[in-house]
């Protein structure tokens, strides 16, 4: 798929048409939840095999090295291994692109106060490229795209609900 003459950056996987995509774009961070992302996604994957995890961005050196390798070793080391696409840092000239093959961006946090005052970005990013978002919901703006077909809440530490949220869409999709 090519969005506003943006190329998919090298290393994006080939997939199948009916593959619904599932994107995290960005750092992984110490108030991200990534047990509870992990453990939805494999949950909707046992669901759905059309599933397909791609993450763009990675790491924050210097803030948190060690998130996003775990996430990595224990997707790899899954029964759905085959699924997870890790990009890593990718040009900001193909992320239009990158959004216009996701069908959902995925941003589970855990409850901090980071969740609750810090920016929204990536949830706005994909937002504004016309890609649905599934996120916990901490802050007034996230209170705010709720109300919004665009943005669908997940409770907090809930890996069923993110697993059902998920392939409710995919289904639908």
């Not at 110490?30 to 994957?45: S, V």
């Not at 920016?119 to 209170?143: I, N």
Request: proline share 5%.
């Amino acid at each position: 798929s090519n969005r506003a003459g943006s190329q998919l950056p090298d290393g994006f996987p080939t997939l199948a048409a009916d593959s619904f995509v599932v994107l995290f774009a960005g750092g992984y961070n110490t108030w991200l939840d990534t047990e509870t992302m992990l453990n939805g996604l494999l949950r909707a994957m046992e669901e759905d095999h059309r599933i397909h995890f791609v993450s763009t961005g990675g790491a924050l050196r210097g803030h948190d090295e060690t998130s996003y390798q775990r996430f990595v070793e224990l997707a790899r080391g899954s029964a759905h291994q085959d699924r997870f696409h890790f990009c890593g840092w990718v040009p900001t000239d193909t992320l239009p692109a990158v959004y216009g093959r996701s069908q959902l961006g995925l941003f589970v946090d855990l409850p901090c106060y980071e969740a609750e005052f810090g920016a929204r970005t990536r949830v706005l990013e994909a937002m504004e490229s016309g890609v649905a978002v599934a996120g916990t919901d901490f802050c007034d703006q996230t209170h705010e795209l709720a109300q919004t077909d665009m943005f669908h809440s997940l409770p907090p530490q809930d890996p069923a609900a993110v697993a059902a949220l998920i392939t409710g869409l995919s289904t639908q999709w």
